[in-house]
């Protein structure tokens, strides 16, 4: 069976540098650390890792946790409950808690949004969004940030969970597409997994300095362990070996695309591996030949079923051909 479901889009985590590596970090730092990151004993690989992410992606400063679902609800309770709250439609579960899911007000549309703002009378504004939705493959727009007004203090959390590692220059996601705009009253916060692309179990917040203080003055930071530093090790070391993944992957997007004769019936976004049938059926039919894609109802079960295909680096060009000659 060949598989086309995986979000491993950069196929590390079946890739054996990365394997090579990660077992050289369980050499130095053991299997696990199972201690609190406030602890005088906690190894400085963390540190290193953070301040690697967070000059990677150009921001002053980022923590790392065990996870991308952790990190969004240890976001949400930092956040100060006294700002009008708006999201974008098909927020991951990782941004919505109880005040989320109850107060903030959800927007289809930029111009929505502007509109709903011009009639807030807060004076502090934070707007939560999915960059990119990985099931219906659509990407939530970002020109309305260059229109937001000057009299307002904004807070633009984005979730890059799915952009991180593919998207942009140097796969430094949905960052590379925002404009740098040097508002000093737009503060921007990037969520993400590295569980996807990165391929390692954890989750990261970038932003400005004293936004992550805040974070990590936060209980549930200095309570919890983090991610097995050997992660954090293999991650440092594999820059290089991103890079040429992501290559791979471009030249697997663009095989497919050229070679496939009805890429009209999906739909699809630049840089992402991922490509959403716009019919139903494809994945009965290519079941019985071996080849598994991805089929789920989403977001819940009464849904309608969406079928696509997800590359990935791993792939070789023989099995896109297979996919493809069905
Ligand atoms: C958009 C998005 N945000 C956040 C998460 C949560 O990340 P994690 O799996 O690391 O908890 C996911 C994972 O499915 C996701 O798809």
């Known amino acids: 069976m060949i598989h086309f479901s995986s979000t491993s889009y950069l196929g590390m ?5 990365f394997r090579v590596l990660l077992n050289q970090g369980f050499e130095i730092y053991g299997t696990n650390y199972g201690g609190s990151r406030l602890a005088s004993n906690v190894p400085n690989i963390y540190d290193q890792a953070e301040e690697y992410i967070a000059n990677k992606l150009g921001f002053e400063d980022a923590l790392i946790i065990s996870s991308g679902t952790l990190a969004g609800h240890l976001l949400l309770t930092s956040l100060d409950q006294n700002q009008d709250f708006f999201h974008f439609k098909l927020l991951h579960p990782a941004l919505v808690n109880k005040f989320i899911g109850k107060s903030s007000k959800e927007v289809n549309h930029p111009d929505e949004l502007l509109s709903k703002i011009e009639q807030t009378h807060h004076e502090s504004i934070c707007i939560l ?12 727009p970002l020109d309305w940030i260059l229109q937001l007004p000057k009299d307002k203090n904004f807070t633009i959390i984005i979730d890059d969970s799915h952009g991180i590692g593919v998207l942009g220059k140097d796969g430094n996601g949905i960052v590379s597409e925002l404009k740098k705009n040097k508002s ?6 990037i969520l993400a997994s590295l569980g996807k692309a990165i391929g390692i179990p954890a989750g990261a917040i970038l932003g400005n300095k004293k936004f992550i203080e805040k974070i990590k003055s936060l209980a549930i930071w200095g309570g919890g362990s983090p991610t097995p530093p050997a992660y954090m090790y293999a991650y440092i070391q594999s820059e290089k070996l991103r890079q040429q993944q992501r290559t791979k992957l471009q030249s697997n997007i663009d095989f497919f695309k050229k ?4 890429i009209q019936d999906f739909t699809f976004i630049n840089q992402l591996p991922v490509f959403k049938y716009k019919g139903v059926g494809l994945y009965e039919k290519l079941l019985k030949k071996g080849i598994s894609i991805s089929k789920i109802t989403y977001p819940t079960k009464l849904d309608p079923i969406t079928e ?4 990935s680096s791993l792939h070789h060009y023989e099995d896109i051909e297979k996919l493809i000659s069905i």
């Open 308 to 311: 696509r295909i997800v590359l």
């Open 13 to 17: 985590n079946y890739h054996p540098e």
């Open 184 to 189: 000093q009253n737009i503060t921007t916060i």
């Open 259 to 262: 070679n496939i004769p009805n």
């Open 129 to 140: 969004l999915n960059s990119i939705h990985p099931i219906l493959v659509e990407k939530t």
